[in-house]
């Protein structure tokens, strides 16, 4: 695991591509880059650019800000880098034509897979979580709709209380005096004189 994570690390991405350098590779090959590249070139017709292409000048320029140790220092200024594509890593075996490079190919094309799962789980997981995110706001918008509508509810219940309330008033306004007092039950009796 420790081997693959090293591998990986020696990865990058240019012009939209995952490739390797040929200085990485060739330290991983335990080989020089100069041989690494003479092997590259006696059999040039195997590496077509989308195998193996030249970084340009600001590419290792933007590269070198990047990472902390180098080749920069042991190559000639002249001298860019080769940027090789998982498709010319694994030419590179049958290039070098060395036990070391078929195992380290097989690393390295392990590598390269494990990349290529997680870069797809990592998308699967954000369109999920971008999935997620539209649902809530969704559910935020349909809750703060339902706290517009019960105050919208409550406003209009207010409203028709004091609707009915001012008719209440209104009807005990209306009723006579005579009727407020209460009449007594019964009949009246006649007295008798004495």
Do not use: H
Request: aromatic share 8%; proline share 4%.
């Amino acid at each position: 695991m420790e081997e693959l994570t090293t591998i990986q690390s020696k990865i990058y991405e240019i012009r939209g591509q995952r490739v390797m350098l040929d200085f990485d590779l060739a330290a991983l090959y335990q080989v020089t880059t100069s041989a690494l590249n003479q092997a590259v070139k006696r059999n040039i017709e195997r590496f077509p650019e989308e195998f193996m292409f030249r970084i340009s000048e600001i590419e290792w320029k933007n590269m070198s800000s990047q990472f902390v140790t180098t080749s920069r220092v042991k190559r000639p200024k002249t001298s860019l880098p080769y940027a090789f594509t998982e498709q010319g890593v694994a030419m590179l075996s049958a290039v070098l034509r060395s036990g070391m490079a078929i195992q380290v190919s097989i690393s390295i094309m392990k590598a390269f897979v494990a990349m290529r799962n997680y870069i797809t789980t990592a998308t699967t997981v954000t369109s999920e979580l971008a999935e997620i995110r539209a649902k809530l706001a969704l559910l935020e918008r349909a809750d703060e709709d339902n706290a517009e509508a019960v105050n919208d509810l409550s406003e209009d219940m207010r409203k028709e209380l004091d609707n009915i309330y001012e008719a209440i008033a209104a009807l005990s306004v209306k009723v006579p005096e005579a009727r407020k007092q209460p009449r007594p039950i019964g009949f009246k009796l006649p007295k008798e004189e004495k």
